[in-house]
């Protein structure tokens, strides 16, 4: 059923847009067109920024309003997205390819988690008070920071959304959110369901449009910090803006994370091939944190390559929307190509593919590729320093374990990561040395209550967890 959408959700009601330019989403199925909203323009965002602005500045406003008062609203916006998650879920799906046994978990319950978990913390958190070196108390007040300007990517469109929005709203902060072309659809339902939980005029917008309009966003002088989920490249522009304008920004980035398997892991995959398929291939190798360098110990190498081609091997690949479907296509004709660019790169500098490497024989339409594995690739090779956002892991030898740390740290990325061993106090050590934002001893999965984020070129800052909200408070200190 194609959907078309003809109004933006600003100042809490669906608003003309400014111009007759729509974008339009197409199945990464079957290529085929499944609906359109209007694409936001300049003045489009202008008039969310103000809306937003406006809201946050009315001094009986959001901004004002007691953290209880919110945590009743974030609750009541919990729930209206509740009673969405199938749809939600299927929409996510038809839009990016996220096979919908994936999305009804990670795209439809997370981002109800998030707002009912920063609805609990701000609602306890209350201002800091303690004593003053020079005498008397000291208050230190959670302020919120402002208008956030909030920009997505298409691989996880809720769920990432709603790491910004659910703790910038929790600390008093109102929005403009910037959803990527490719995912506009799922926004109609947030922006309905933000509608039937009653939010305030103004304190969510959405904005569906490119790259241009994110930068718009960026810059706006009524936007008082930026929170940005995406390329690396693009990152780097956000905090050249950021940083002249001294604007606060998060920023998380790409990555190019280890799965390092020592030479005691229990490698059956009927016992770890669903927190394996978490680690290194969910999302059809789409997501930022998985291991897709998977570093073997000498001693095991053949064995590790043959679970891991077994295990690519085995993935039911099929329509994004087939429960049954562990791998969907690629989300776009662009990323198809992109990922079998790299599988021919890979080629080129000497890996050898064990399993895939190819389109599967039985889709004719749609964007799909093989889950592939390369063995004998050297770390040094572009498929191990690039992210290829695809369903596509290298194995990679290591001699001892601390020669497995040096591989896993010698990247530009540092966003993931995991340990895969039978002593967990072993895979602590080794995790405690692998300098990622995140690691994961035998399992890896985002956890909301914890901060989540990269170094070097994965990003700066955390998301997620007290830290999470702490990004959209100012602290104020008053001395009395
Ligand atoms: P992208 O950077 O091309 O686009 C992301 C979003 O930013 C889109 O909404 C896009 O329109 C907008 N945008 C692009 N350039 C911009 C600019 N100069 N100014 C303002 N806005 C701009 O990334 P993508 O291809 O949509 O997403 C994939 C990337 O996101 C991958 O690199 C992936 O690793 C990364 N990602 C990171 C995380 C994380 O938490 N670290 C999570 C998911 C995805």
């Known amino acids: 059923m194609t959907q078309h959408h003809e109004s933006l959700y600003i100042g809490g009601r669906w608003t003309a847009p400014s111009s007759d330019r729509r974008i339009t989403v197409t199945s990464p ?44 609203v974030l609750r009541r916006f919990a729930d209206a997205l509740d009673a969405r998650t199938d749809t939600i879920a299927a929409t996510v799906s038809s839009q990016n ?5 994936v999305s009804s978990q990670l795209e439809s319950v997370y ?13 306890n958190q209350g201002d800091d008070v303690r004593d003053g070196l020079f005498g008397g108390r000291i208050r230190v007040r959670h302020d919120p920071v402002g208008v956030v300007g909030a920009i997505v990517p298409w691989n996880f469109p809720q769920t990432l959304s709603f790491f910004k929005i659910a703790p910038a709203l929790a600390a008093g902060c109102t929005l403009v959110v ?6 506009v659809l799922d926004s109609v339902l947030v922006a309905e369901a933000a509608i039937e939980a009653g939010l305030p005029a103004g304190v969510l917008n959405i904005v569906p449009g490119g790259r241009e309009i994110g930068a718009h966003l960026v810059s706006h002088p009524g936007v008082d910090k930026v929170a940005f989920t995406g390329s690396t490249a693009a990152g780097r522009q956000i905090a050249e803006t950021c940083g002249r304008l001294l604007r606060p920004v998060t920023l998380e980035l790409g990555g190019k994370s280890a799965a390092v398997v020592l030479d005691d892991a229990e490698l059956d995959l009927a016992t770890i091939g669903n927190d394996l398929f978490v680690a ?33 091997g085995s993935m039911t690949v099929g329509d994004s929307l087939d429960p049954g479907t562990q791998i969907g296509p690629m989300a776009s004709e662009r990323q198809r190509d992109r990922v079998e660019g790299y599988i021919a790169k890979g080629r080129a500098e000497g890996g050898r593919v064990t399993v ?3 389109r599967p024989t039985d889709r004719a339409a749609g964007w799909f590729v093989e889950p592939t594995v390369f063995a004998d690739v050297d770390n040094n090779a572009t498929i191990s ?4 956002f695809g369903p596509v892991l290298s194995v990679i030898a290591y001699d001892d374990d601390a020669d497995a740390v040096r591989i896993a740290n010698d990247s530009d990325f540092g966003l993931g990561g995991t340990v895969w061993t039978a002593d967990p106090e072993r895979g602590l ?43 959209y408070q100012s602290l104020k200190s008053i001395y009395c």
């Open 29 to 72: 199925n079957s290529g085929e067109v499944i609906g359109s909203v209007p694409e936001a323009l300049e003045a489009d965002v202008d008039t969310a920024v103000a809306a937003a602005r406006t809201a946050f500045d009315d001094p009986d406003g959001w901004a004002r309003s007691a953290p209880a008062e919110r945590a009743a």
């Open 429 to 471: 050590a080794v995790a405690s040395r692998i300098r990622t934002g995140t690691v994961g001893v035998n399992r890896y999965l985002p956890d909301p209550a914890a901060p989540f984020g990269g170094v070097k070129a994965s990003g700066i800052g955390r998301e997620l967890g007290p830290e999470g909200l702490a990004n």
């Open 178 to 183: 910037k959803p990527s072309p490719e995912t």
């Open 385 to 388: 320093q690039e992210e290829i």
């Open 356 to 358: 895939g490497g190819g």
């Open 280 to 312: 290194t291939l969910a999302n059809n190798g789409q997501t930022c944190f998985l291991g897709t360098r998977i570093l073997a110990p000498r001693s095991r190498y053949a064995e590790v390559v043959e679970v891991f081609s077994a295990f690519a």
């Open 97 to 101: 390819g996220m096979p919908v046994a």
């Open 111 to 123: 981002p109800v988690m998030l707002l009912r978990y920063y609805a609990d913390l701000v609602e």
